[in-house]
């Protein structure tokens, strides 16, 4: 096991960069896109419930047989798996966008737009601080999903860790498989450490006084 | 200043919640909109800052129709101060107090200054404009919550049950303070209660709404005196009927001559003063007559030896009214409260008059025992002495 790490301790820095960096992209893309929808659906309930049941079914695809979708439509390499993985990233994001949206206290909202804000207004200084715990909590699930499904992008030729673990299911060499999967796990765990401590750097400050009353 | 006319909100599947509303409201008005639940007095709040679109009808804010207005720009220019208080949770108390100016752009030091001045105004200490709310009772988060309503200099303020969440000593300081404000800032303040001591208290009219329809608009006084119809009469209560019988109806014709001391007198004065007018209490004045605090029995003990002074010992926190105020309020603040007495002052809060107990049972024993005028005068000229 240990030989595994030494031998190949070059390739292991190189796969692991290419994994962080395939996760990354597609996790940025996925943020990009599921949290403007996600704002966008808090404000039009029943078009939430179609797009909503749209990216669920999306999410029950097997990720392997998105993978291989990809292949006729974008080739091989690392788009398409960028592309798959960012489709994955979707649901969870654009979920918890729309519940930390919908979650915001109605009397809070209200009294924004009874002070006179616009609906802008209440998005950016009302109801968009208030949901940032949920929505990044979304983020930081998408994360751990996305960093663990992009060992399937080797498949596709996309590289990263994947591509040890795949080898060594054909060569029948379990410190690869092992040793690959390890690497991943500790991935995730690092991204979700990382995004946690985004989350509370972000969550307002006000947020995070619970109750500890002075007078 | 604010006139409303045949104004109607049919909600949707027909039920009226407001049917043809008519009120004129002048500037500097305490009005209250009264009712039981689903009385529409909810709804005719908020259609004034269209929180709530209405079905028809018209309103004008200083000649202006209400319904042609920008909704954002009307809204910014009327305060509005809800029951569950709806303070942003993620701002400090400063930019929850100046959320108005701040969407209308208002310069950094404007605002901050605006914070200052206002924090002053409902008694919290300017320190408490970094905290956040949760850090702060729900009587003081209302507070801000008035402020708020206040900040961009709004002549006109909508209060939806302001106070029904607070406890009712909470409620009873806030009442005063918000009445306070209101008059001394010459604010129109529309108010929704569904408790009528309140707005006895508060208003100077109150508008009585029943199954949408204004059924009467009109002092307090009035109201109690001529109720329009049985409903206003059951609503009103048969004991606050009762209450308002007497003929005396202000502090001012039952107050006695206060004794009272300036501050840079020494205690022995005091002490001296005390004996000889036969009291246990000096009220504290300044060289202008102003009411400073008050002096009684309790503040000598121990003190005598170290302190010299009236200014070292006396207690600034004294609960007071104003002249003209209602007797009814005197007598439960004094009961409430359980004071001794409570003093009278004009204006330039200078200290004209005293209301104690005594007279108090003055006013029941009259109430009860009829009209003997001059039994009552008789008590009076002794007890002054």
């Not at chain 2, 039920?15 to 909810?42: H, M, P, R, W």
Request: with cysteine; net charge neutral; hydrophobic share 45%.
């Amino acid at each position: 096991m240990i030989t595994f790490f030494t031998e190949n301790s070059s390739d292991i820095l190189l796969k692991t960069w290419e994994h962080f960096y395939i996760s990354m992209i597609a996790l940025l893309l996925g943020v990009l896109i599921a949290v403007p929808i996600g704002i966008l659906l808090s404000k039009t309930k029943y078009v939430a419930k179609v797009v909503l049941s749209i990216t669920s079914v999306l999410q029950t695809v097997p990720s392997l047989a998105l993978l291989a979708i990809m292949i006729p439509l974008l080739g091989v390499g690392k788009v398409p798996a960028i592309v798959a993985l960012c489709i994955y990233s979707l649901l969870p994001i654009l979920n918890n966008t729309f519940i930390g949206m919908n979650s915001v206290n109605e009397n809070t909202k209200g009294a924004g737009i009874a002070m006179g804000m616009t609906t802008m207004q209440s998005i950016i200084l009302v109801e968009l601080p208030l949901a940032i715990p949920v929505i990044m909590s979304g983020i930081r699930l998408s994360a751990v999903y996305v960093i663990s499904w992009a060992t399937l992008a080797s498949y596709i030729g996309a590289g990263g860790l994947g591509d040890f673990i795949f080898n060594g299911l054909n060569l029948y060499q379990t410190e690869l498989i092992v040793g690959g999967a390890i690497i991943v796990t500790l991935l995730a765990l690092l991204a979700d450490f990382l995004l946690g401590k985004l989350e509370k750097w972000v969550t307002p400050k006000g947020l995070k006084i619970e109750g500890g009353r002075t007078s | 200043m604010l006139k409303i006319e045949n104004l109607t909100k049919v909600y949707r599947g027909g039920k009226v919640a407001v049917d043809q509303l008519n009120l004129d409201i002048n500037q500097g008005e305490f009005i209250a909109f009264i009712g039981t639940s689903g009385s529409g007095k909810t709804t005719a709040l908020r259609m004034i800052n269209r929180m709530v679109e209405p079905t028809s009808g018209k309103m004008t804010l200083n000649d202006k129709d209400i319904t042609k207005m920008n909704p954002v720009t009307l809204r910014r220019s009327i305060g509005y101060v809800i029951q569950q208080i709806g303070l942003m949770p993620h701002m400090t108390i400063r930019d929850n107090i100046t959320l108005v100016p701040h969407l209308l752009k208002w310069s950094k030091e404007k605002k901050d200054e605006t914070a200052r001045r206002l924090i002053e105004l409902v008694n919290l200490p300017p320190s408490y404009l970094d905290y956040y709310p949760a850090q702060l009772s729900g009587g003081q988060q209302q507070r801000i919550g008035v402020l708020r309503a206040l900040a961009a200099n709004q002549d006109i303020i909508l209060m939806d049950e302001p106070f029904g969440a607070l406890d009712p000593i909470t409620r009873d300081t806030l009442q005063d303070l918000i009445k306070d404000i209101q008059q001394r800032l010459n604010k129109t303040v529309i108010f929704v209660t569904h408790d009528m001591d309140e707005a006895i208290k508060l208003a100077d009219r109150i508008a009585i709404m029943h199954e949408g329809k204004l059924i009467q608009f009109d002092t307090p006084d009035n109201i109690l005196a001529n109720p329009a119809n049985d409903f206003v009469k059951e609503f009103i209560g048969s004991h606050r009927l009762i209450q308002q019988k007497p003929n005396i109806k202000t502090v001012d014709e039952v107050m006695i001559k206060p004794i009272s001391i300036t501050i840079e007198k020494s205690l022995d004065e005091a002490i001296r003063l005390m004996v000889e007018k036969r009291v246990d209490t000096l009220f504290v004045t300044d060289g202008d007559n102003r009411l400073q605090g008050y002096l009684d029995v309790e503040s000598f003990t121990g003190a005598r030896k170290t302190k010299k002074s009236v200014s070292e010992c006396y207690e600034k926190d004294i609960f007071y009214v104003k002249t003209g105020s209602k007797l009814q309020d005197s007598v439960r603040r004094i009961l409430k409260r359980n004071l001794k007495n409570i003093p009278v002052v004009d204006e330039e809060h200078r200290l004209v008059g005293l209301v104690t107990r005594a007279n108090i049972v003055d006013i029941v024993y009259d109430t009860i025992w009829g009209e003997e005028e001059e039994t009552v005068q008789n008590k009076k000229e002794l007890m002054s002495e």
